[in-house]
């Protein structure tokens, strides 16, 4: 990628200087509190601020004001100096999440790390590591230490797997020690399915596909058989105290999201996103970062009901959506049905969205998925920016198009999201031996090129209007 | 594709005997009206009306009434006897279109019919031939005679391809000649760029990527050449009578439609809407059936005023557009691109989508990007029909959900839009030897299925519940 909207990379030795500081005159480690929203509502502009500021074109003043606000999210736990941070909210521009991470059938950090290269190579704003099969820790560290983007987890994951599978072990003790551990190892934002609760499950039963959540199930499962309320519930001020000590942001999971067009906006979805709510304002007590994830399948025409009501109920805090998914009828292509549903949620105010591959309910992605789910994420973040109109956020549109009238492909392909796949397209449909500067391309052939029919027709209007000055336009 | 919404393919045999029937009573072919309009507005309920009202759920009262006030467009020439007829309509599913058809870099009579196969087999509910490379006469006639859906065309091409592309010896008489031609052959509808005006042409002048349709950069050569105004407008009534003669549906031809975001919805763009409108009145006085052709690239804030403007300008006449395409920076994903702009107009009312293959802008499309453009428009469509509560629109998506959440992988594919590509993707991730039909794929693998969890949870509270009777919900 030969553009990019984001200036040219940090000196991130000057984050790790500025942390060094912080933490030295943060006191004890169980004590400290080193969030950005706590240095923000102390008016305090940080680095990060700055950084995020120039990347974004805003002044590191509004940036201040909107972290302390809880409007917007800048990832950077303290303990991930290899990350360059990002803002997230309503205000800056769409940023997109690639999922990554193994699984039981597929496990290789050798891939994950080159998924991971992809991702960002492509666009990725943030990677998650959602591995759930062998060497979670050792993949997540490889995950971390080569990561220029903030990293997020589910610990749930890991937290079963500490205990074989059995969701009967889980408890609150392990949990906090899981989060702990990723939180020290440089996890910027955690998962946590704190608003599935005991009275929600019965919402549930009658739904069409259930709870379609991998953490919303664990811990159903576990209320179902220890008829006890969720302890990420219970425990959620204790999850705050470790998650303030490195400035892990919450991304408070919605495991209760609809998993089919059938049960978007029902009663669950929505009483959970009410509690993630209430938790997003106990989060802000302990100046703990907080975004809110939504869904999922929803049909468009239920879209804007989401967002409404994200925005009432959560005070602010910034929406981080997993499509929407517009239709349930075309798996093997659900990083389109999420492109339709995440553009259209993030024109409204939604601040990030997550890739959906087109693996999606199928199978884990591979590296060649992952690149077009970026590539469609980023295509939906970004028509959103311009739709939002974010200040400056056309501007490669009319540098491409106006390349595109030019007919300098070298610089529409340079200008392009996937200048590869562009060429490739284009010479590929040329004649054997055809310059490919020429000023048409297969689909229309040099006769009917309506550019080039375009570009011709200006110079005899404009030849024209200098013999009779205005004639034309009779 | 074993699912469809569509009852079985009806008897075209009857159709014939209708048609046969029909022109027999209505006079010299140079006098006669055949057209659904003139038939509709009559009180006529046609063979026609009944088949489009038994695929679409509704009565055929409301489909003749929809013909008659110009609301809907029934495709069906009565020389195109091959052709199971659409309806094409705000009140009716939304309809997506294939663009297929030879350039002079690439022109196989064969492969251009292999293309008809696939975009039909995919879903497209009509093809536009719009060849202007050799054998244009060939080309069109093999695709009429083995094509069951409605064709359209593009006459402009074949009447420059006669002059050899010499722009300046078109002419009114010619292009009569073509359209008299086409209608006969079977054509069931056809662009007709008569809104690109002189008056129109400065305000081209200062857009980013000028003029972007063929047909309208062709003619406003001819237009700058013979300082006359466009002959398909001057000569408009001509037009028309040939139309009704073979129920010719006119596709109003958006010639300026914006090539870029910087000029969506600009004053060319708007002057020409304007004319289409006029123009569809006068075609309604010759019961022509009629829709309107819109854009294009707009960014997705500015989408909604094109289907309000269209609607008002234009009297009710069916909208049917290319795309939106929301952003210009994704040269090989142009498919996803107009999927989203796509998906949100026929939201709002747009009656036909036209599909953007991946090689838009780059090259002419194969049979992989015919059947990517069709998947991908489908799913728009799709989407929309249920975003406006189309009735049994959702069934679909409710019985694939459905299967998914009982582990039933067949199923599933079988209601797919692309059965083969979902069971690829699945069956590839899975362990070799492992049993097809296991509760789980590769994306999560065996213990960290939530669909399987949710099961799981479901059965533990049902037993609890019959034990305890509601001691789950507190």
């Given at each position: 990628?030969?553009?990019?909207t984001?200036?040219?990379?940090?000196?991130?030795?000057?984050?790790?200087?500025?942390?060094?500081?912080?933490?030295?005159?943060?006191?004890?480690?169980?004590?400290?509190?080193?969030?950005?929203?706590?240095?923000?509502?102390?008016?305090?502009?940080?680095?990060?601020?700055?950084?995020v500021?120039e990347?974004?074109?805003?002044?590191?003043?509004?940036?201040?004001?909107?972290?302390?606000?809880?409007?917007?999210?800048?990832?950077?736990?303290?303990?991930?100096?290899?990350?360059?941070?990002?803002?997230?909210?309503?205000?800056?521009?769409?940023?997109?999440?690639?999922?990554?991470?193994?699984s039981?059938l597929h496990?290789?950090v050798?891939e994950?790390?080159?998924?991971?290269?992809w991702?960002?190579k492509?666009?990725?704003?943030?990677v998650?590591?959602?591995?759930?099969?062998?060497?979670?820790?050792?993949?997540?560290?490889?995950?971390?230490?080569?990561?220029?983007?903030?990293?997020?987890?589910?610990?749930?994951?890991?937290?079963?797997?500490?205990?074989?599978g059995?969701?009967?072990?889980?408890?609150?003790?392990?949990?906090l020690?899981?989060?702990e551990?990723?939180?020290?190892q440089?996890?910027?934002?955690?998962t946590?399915?704190?608003g599935?609760?005991?009275?929600?499950?019965?919402?549930?039963?009658?739904?069409?596909?259930?709870?379609?959540?991998?953490?919303?199930?664990?811990?159903?499962k576990?209320m179902?058989?220890?008829?006890e309320?969720?302890?990420?519930?219970?425990?959620?001020?204790?999850i705050?105290?470790?998650?303030?000590?490195?400035?892990?942001?919450?991304?408070?999971?919605?495991g209760?999201?609809p998993g089919?067009?059938?049960?978007?906006?029902d009663?669950a979805?929505?009483?959970?996103?009410?509690?993630?709510?209430?938790?997003?304002?106990?989060a802000?007590?302990?100046?703990?970062?907080?975004?809110?994830?939504?869904?999922?399948?929803v049909?468009?025409?239920?879209?804007?009901?989401n967002?409404?009501?994200?925005?009432?109920?959560?005070?602010?805090?910034?929406?981080?959506?997993?499509?929407?998914?517009?239709?349930?009828?075309?798996?093997?292509?659900?990083?389109?049905?999420?492109a339709?549903?995440g553009?259209?949620i993030?024109m409204m105010?939604?601040?990030?969205?997550?890739y959906?591959?087109?693996?999606e309910h199928?199978?884990?992605?591979?590296?060649?998925d992952?690149?077009?789910?970026?590539?469609?994420?980023?295509?939906?973040?970004?028509?959103a920016?311009?739709?939002?109109?974010?200040?400056?956020?056309?501007?490669?549109?009319?540098?491409?198009?106006?390349?595109?009238?030019a007919?300098?492909?070298?610089k529409q392909?340079?200008?392009?999201?996937?200048?590869?796949?562009?060429?490739?397209?284009?010479d590929h449909?040329?004649?054997?031996?055809?310059?490919k500067?020429?000023?048409?391309?297969?689909?229309?052939?040099?006769n009917?090129?309506?550019?080039?029919?375009?570009?011709?027709?200006r110079?005899?209007?404009?030849?024209?209007?200098?013999?009779?000055?205005?004639?034309?336009?009779?």
């Open positions: 990628m030969t553009y990019t984001k200036s040219t990379s940090p000196d991130l030795n000057k984050r790790h200087e500025a942390v060094v500081e912080r933490l030295a005159a943060a006191g004890s480690l169980k004590e400290r509190n080193v969030s950005q929203m706590y240095l923000a509502k102390k008016g305090e502009i940080t680095w990060e601020m700055r950084r500021a990347r974004e074109g805003f002044e590191p003043e509004f940036v201040r004001d909107q972290v302390a606000s809880g409007r917007a999210v800048i990832t950077s736990n303290v303990a991930h100096p290899e990350a360059d941070p990002i803002i997230i909210g309503e205000a800056f521009s769409v940023k997109i999440n690639a999922n990554i991470g193994n039981a496990f290789s050798d994950e790390l080159e998924k991971l290269r991702a960002v492509w666009g990725a704003d943030t998650m590591d959602l591995s759930t099969g062998p060497n979670i820790i050792e993949t997540r560290d490889a995950i971390l230490r080569n990561s220029t983007v903030p990293v997020g987890t589910v610990p749930i994951y890991e937290a079963l797997a500490r205990v074989d059995d969701v009967a072990k889980l408890n609150i003790d392990l949990m020690k899981v989060i551990d990723q939180a020290s440089g996890v910027d934002y955690m946590i399915h704190a599935v609760l005991k009275h929600t499950i019965p919402m549930t039963c009658k739904r069409k596909t259930g709870i379609v959540s991998r953490g919303g199930a664990i811990l159903t576990w179902i058989m220890k008829k309320e969720n302890f990420l519930y219970t425990h959620f001020r204790d705050c105290q470790i998650m303030k000590r490195y400035d892990v942001a919450f991304s408070l999971g919605d209760l999201r089919c067009l059938a049960d978007a906006n009663a979805q929505f009483a959970e996103l009410d509690t993630l709510g209430e938790l997003a304002k106990i802000w007590e302990y100046d703990v970062q907080t975004m809110i994830e939504g869904p999922g399948h049909p468009m025409n239920l879209i804007a009901e967002m409404e009501r994200q925005r009432r109920v959560c005070h602010g805090a910034p929406f981080y959506t997993l499509g929407p998914i517009v239709t349930d009828i075309a798996p093997g292509y659900d990083h389109i049905t999420s339709i549903g553009a259209m993030a105010g939604c601040s990030m969205l997550c959906v591959t087109q693996k199928l199978g884990l992605p591979d590296k060649d992952v690149k077009q789910g970026v590539i469609t994420a980023k295509i939906a973040a970004h028509a920016d311009i739709a939002k109109g974010l200040p400056g956020a056309r501007k490669r549109d009319d540098e491409l198009s106006a390349a595109r009238a007919f300098d492909w070298e392909y340079e200008l392009s999201l996937d200048p590869e796949t562009a060429r490739a397209f284009r449909g040329l004649p054997e031996g055809e310059d500067k020429s000023e048409y391309c297969s689909m229309c052939g040099p009917f090129c309506s550019m080039r029919l375009s570009k011709q027709a110079e005899m209007a404009a030849a024209q209007q200098s013999e009779e000055s205005q004639a034309l336009p009779k």
